[in-house]
Every structure is written in C-alpha cells, then in structure tokens.
C-alpha cells in the first residue's frame, strides 16, 4: 500500500527540495519543515534576505532540527585552547570546517555573519576547502555560541582534534614548494646567465674573463639544485640500494649526477660552460611533476585514529547531580555519564537508565538496533538512537572494544604493494640496460678512440635518464586523481589510481553501502487502513522513540490528528492506547495476536497492527537499495569477479540473488575479523581485491585490501581508514571509473613507449659519439615536456572516450 499523496507537491522556498512529508506556508512561501522555516526567518529579520537573490533555493534542507547541547563541549577551556587560532580578552580568531557550504549564496551569508549576530566582527570563507575563519568578541559571543549560531542556519561545523597529520602534511608541503622554488630560481638565472653561450657572443672585451665569470656563477646557483632540490631522490636511490631495490629513484640520481659532474668537468678542465642550465630545469619539471603527483583533498582524512569517531566531550555526572562538561580523554571507571541522540558511546560501559536503542552498525554491520534493558553491557562504538541515556564507564576509553579492535596489527596497511608499482618494476631492468650499454660504449671506444670515451659514456648516461619515464605515471595518474575527484571519487594519492587498473575482485558490504544508511522501504500489508486507525496509529507512534515505532510514524504522514489515552511501550512486545474509544496495539505478532509468518519472518522486520483485538495487517520493513545498483552489478559482473559482506544475517540474501551476478560470493553475520579473513583469503587466490565499506566494521577490510573504498553520504563526515572516499551518489558509476582507470594505465604505457622511443633514438647517436652532452642535456628536458603534454592531453581525452564528461 503507497504513502498517501495528501497535498499537491511544492518545493521548499528555502532549500529546493519537494514538500513531500510536511508543508508550512509562511509569508506567501512554502517550507518543508519548521527549520527551513526557521531560517527563513532569522536572515528575513535581520535583513539578510538577499541571500536569496544570489541562487534558487541555495539553502540545505534542516531536517535534523538542532540540539541545545550539541556544542556544550565548546565550553571546555581545554578543547577551546586547542581550536582557536588566536585569543585575547577582547578578540578570538578560529577557523572552522564547514562541508555544508556549496555555492555562493553561503559564502555571502557566512561572510555578513556580523550583520546576524552581535559580536562577531568578521568571517572570511575559503570555498575550495570549505573552511572559513571566525574573528568574534568573547564577552559578547562565546564560541559554543558560534557554533550554535552556524548550525542554526544549516552549517554545522565538522569539529575534529586531529590535527597532527594536517600539520605534518602541510609542513611537507612547504618544504616542496621551496624547492620548486629555489630550482625555478636557478633555472631562470642559469639560462640567463648563459645567454652569450645560446647566441654565440663573440667580440665581447675580456671575452674570456666574462665567460669564466659567468661558468663560476652557474656553478654557485647550482649547488642548491644538487644539494637541496635533488636530496630526495638521492635518499630514496640509496634507500632502495640498502634494501638491495632498485627504484625510479636510482636511474634519476644517476643522471643527476652524471650531468653535475659531466659540467664540473666542462668548467675546469675542458673550458666550457657546462649543462647547469639542463640540470636545473630537469630538476624543476622532476619537482613540478612531483608536486602534482601529491596534489590530494586537505579538507579529506584518510587516516583516521578511533578517537577521530567519538564526541569530542561527553555531560559527566557529578556526585552533587549536576553535570559538567569534560574531554572523552578525561573519562575514568565508575564515571556516569549522559548520552543523547545519535551520539557514539565512547567506552564500554553498564546502562543505568531503565532502556536504551543503541545501533551496533558502525561496529559490526547489523542494521537494526538493539534494545537493551538497565544493567546491560554497552559495548563502545554503539549509537544511541532515541532519547538521552545514562551510563557507567566500566573500562577507559584506550582499553573499550572500540579501541581493540582498532588498534589490531591487521588493521595497518602494509606498504609493500606500493614497491611493486609499474614504473619500479620497468625501472630495475631500465637502470641496469643502460649501465650495460655506456658500459659497453667506453670500452668500445677506449680501443677506438680514447679521446671520445668520457664524452660517449656521459653522453649515454644523460640522454637515457629516465626522466620523461618517470613523468609519464605522475602526469597521467595525477590527472586521473582530479577528474575523479570531480566524480566525488576521492584518492588518497595518484598511486590507488595505479591499483584501480588491477582489480579483480569487488567486495561489498551490505549495510550503509549497498543500501541508504538509516532509510528503510516500508510497506503495509492486509486491509486498507481508514483514516481513522492511521489516526490512531499516528497518536501513538509519536509517543514512542522506538526506531521502528519511528518509521511507521514517518511512513504514515508524521501528522497526528488524534490523541492517545493510557498509552503504554511495553518493552518487548510493542505499543498499546486508547484511541477514539478502541483498543490499539502495534508490535510482535504475538502481541498482537496475529498469526506468525514463519518464512518471512526472517526475511523482513515486520511489525503487526490490531484494533480492538481484530489484526489489521503488518508493516513489512526492508532494505532500501541505492539506484542504479542492477544496473552496475551486471556491469562489473563481466569484469570482475563480486562478493557481498555483511554483519547482517541472511534476510536479505534472496533480495540480492536476484540482483547480484550468478555465482556471487554472499557471507552474512560476518563480524570485522571475519571480513578481514575473506579478503586475505581472496588475496591468497592471487586477486587483486577492492573493498567498499562504511562504518568501523570495516575497518580491517578496507585496510587488508588492495584497495579500500569508504562509502559515506558525506565526505567530511565519519570515514574510516581508507584508500578512496566515495561520495555515495557515485557508486552506481564504479564501472565506469574502473574501466576509466585501467585506460589511464595504457596511456602510462603509451607514455613509457614515446619515452623509450626516445631513449632508442638519443642512445643510438651517443653510443656512435656522433650525441655531443650539451645536446644530450637539451633533449632531456624537451623530452620530459612532451611526454608531460602527452600524458595529461591523453588522460583527459580518455575520461571523455570513457563517458566521464560531466565537468568536461
């Protein structure tokens, strides 16, 4: 039976979305719900209603209707310390990162905050990082204030202490843009210096003396270059060779010093000028190439420690009753502490309240919520669903089953598959041909002719460097990382995109990741209900904070026009009321007296209705599955071999025969180490195995895989460790992305071939002595230059070739 279509469909004046499950009208406008409402309001009052002039509907939808004490941890000096940028007595500076923020109207209404709210004397947004920086009065506005103000209007701040790996990466960061810096620098000058050289000045006075002069100068603005700009790739060479490896690294440092020294040689013994011009611009297209390889998501964490998942402070209850704010690290046993809706209990811990609904599926993949009674055991990583709970802290936060299992040996990612990549591989047989073949050509010409034995041997050495080889994979998978990103297929580096190309095994999890985390598709079954038993129905849903209570609610119009007498939530069992003068009961078919559908009781969650002791019917609750996803399992199901994981049981496992390619692998009540175990034994089968999860429970998973997928209605929200962040939109389009990745993998290759074509080419003249260095040294950046253009041009006409033409 359909929900009822009770009122022609509107759009939200606020936030574009259809009125589907309430409509308000207000100042000749519609709202669908009080907050859209609200906000409507607030910037209408303040004389901020331009905001809407700026787009169509540029608000969000405020479904989630604000909690009072959602930022009281924003009073505790400690973490308040920790989040400011800077803080005097009449001054506070912080940034905060808000994801909501999603065109221009909310970059004019973040930046005329101080028009809205008294205090606040200015805010500046940065909309590619979603950040924007808050200067306030702490006498007039405190910053739980702020905070309180930001989710009001629909920007909530995502407030995480985990800061350290930002500061490393960004310190990292600066460290590289020097050195492009300083080797652009030096490449400048060098090339103007040598400019007489280039256009054969001849005539000059003191000609000699000049000439001299300017070789001693391209030498001092070199040694930065060889020093300073190419140390790493000197470490990452000899780190390889201890470890008896031969990487990129190791050819590159070669040539890096062959040209140095090839050049120290010119200036003092052959009178020439050298190729510091060559050896400065080789470094800065290897450091450019470099930077653009690393080029990811600041405002995205890959990484994540368990403490990143819990409330940043908790209502700890004193001995005199009253509660105090205080950091989750500050917990100790025997500590009472409260937990509210939709918060993540941070420690194992005994319930003290009469019931609670904790949902286990951030942990262990189980859907439906557990209703526990008072003196249960609540293991740590449940989310309460319902009203605020107390409970007892039984073991410190760094030693609760959360923790455990996160901290487990076999939830790090080794880093060994990433030696394997193919530009190492061709590398080692790369570096060794060409050690072979300068070889080769000294001692030709050491009995030929000794006087062309160094210029042939340094001319070999130079113009095989593999620079343009060590380009091509940089170029090509650091622009394959962009255009996914601009699919909302996010990369933690270049390299997954590498990986991508080998998948042979797709493993989903069910929960969260295959279906809508939290929605359900609910259905009734049996008598057409009159509008007076869903009045009734209604009277007592509200009353009842039971998820499934909660979904009939919303199933039947949230809008209740009668009242419940003796209502009564009998643990258990259901509801009971007196409604209109009948007996309602809502619950376990026992319960209500209804006869048990044995078989599809354990396919689906049903819940039974009765008035005045006659069954009605059922509500039948299932999964709700993300669109398109037939579509791309039959897609993938040609390509790649696809499995399913969940902590769920087996209810749904006729669902997803249907759906799934034949043959597919289905495991249900798989807890995080048995998920761990599958991939593991996928891996020993010799795949090459994707993983896409959403929650802690798959965790382990993600990181034993080859490549780990976090699944997430919000990028910025909680994610575990992973390789990719997946805007959950974009997986009925995983097809097309791996199809797309393997592509950029050929045009790696198309770029190795030019590369080697090259290589063929220059050596053949050098190996004859007919390839002066100086000319060698030219080719070698003209080379790097078309294969970077090649790479790029070829990444971006393959994304269109692939269908990605979205942002194109």
Known sequence: MAKPDTMPKTTCYHCGDNCEEERLHFDNKDFCCQ?????????????????????????????????????????????????????????????????????????????????????????RVNFVKRKATFAFHPSEISLRELAEVLDALGYPPYISLEEDGKKKRKKANRSQYLKIGVAGFAFGNIMLLSLPEYFGFEGLSDDDFYRQFFSYANILLSLPVIFYCASDYFKSALQGLKERYINIDVPIALGILTLFSRSMYEVFVGGGPGYFDSLAGLLFFLLVGKWFQGVSYDSLSFERDYKSYFPLAVNRIGEDGEKEVVPVADLAVGDKIVIRNGEIIPSDSELISDRAHVNYSFVTGEADPVTLEKGAYIYAGGRQEGQSVTVKVKKPVSRSYLTELWNQEA??????????????????????????????????????????????????????????????????????????GREKVYLKNPAVAERLSAITDVVFDKTGTLTHAGESEVEFEGETLTQESRDALLAMTQHSTHPLSRKVFKFLGENPKATAEDFKEIEGKGLEANVGGKLYRLGSAKFVGAKKDNENELLRTQVYVSEDGQVLGRFVMSNRYRSGLETLLSDLGKRVNVHVLSGDNESERERLEKIFPQGSEMRFDQSPHDKLEFIKELKSRGGNVMMLGDGLNDAGALKQSDVGVAVTEEVGAFTPSCDAIMQADSLARLGVYLRFSKAVRRVILAGFVVSFLYNIVGLSFAVSGALTPVLSAILMPVSSVTVV????????????????????
């Open 35 to 123: 907050g859209c409402k609200t906000v409507y309001e607030i910037l209408n009052e303040n004389g901020l209603d331009n905001y809407y002039a700026l787009s169509d509907q540029p608000g969000l939808a405020m479904r989630k209707k604000s909690d009072s004490e959602a930022f009281a941890f924003l009073d505790n000096e400690e973490i308040k310390r920790r989040l400011v940028d800077f803080s005097s007595e009449d001054l506070v500076r912080v940034t905060f990162y808000l994801p909501a923020v999603h065109c221009s109207s909310c970059i004019w209404l973040l930046e005329n905050l101080y028009r809205l709210r008294p205090g606040i004397r200015q805010s």
């Open 411 to 484: 939830f790090k990612k080794s880093d060994a598959s990433s030696r394997e990549q193919l530009i190492n591989v061709i590398s080692k047989y790369f570096t060794l041909a060409v050690l072979l073949i300068a070889g080769s050509t000294a001692a030709y010409w050491m009995l030929e002719d000794p006087s062309k034995t160094v210029g042939a041997f340094t001319a070999v050495l130079i113009v095989a460097c593999p620079c343009a080889l060590a380009l091509a994979a940089p170029f090509a998978l650091g622009t394959a990382q962009q255009i996914l």
């Open 789 to 808: 253009a090649f790479s790029t041009l070829m990444s971006h006409l393959t994304a269109r070739m692939e269908g990605i033409r979205k942002h194109y």
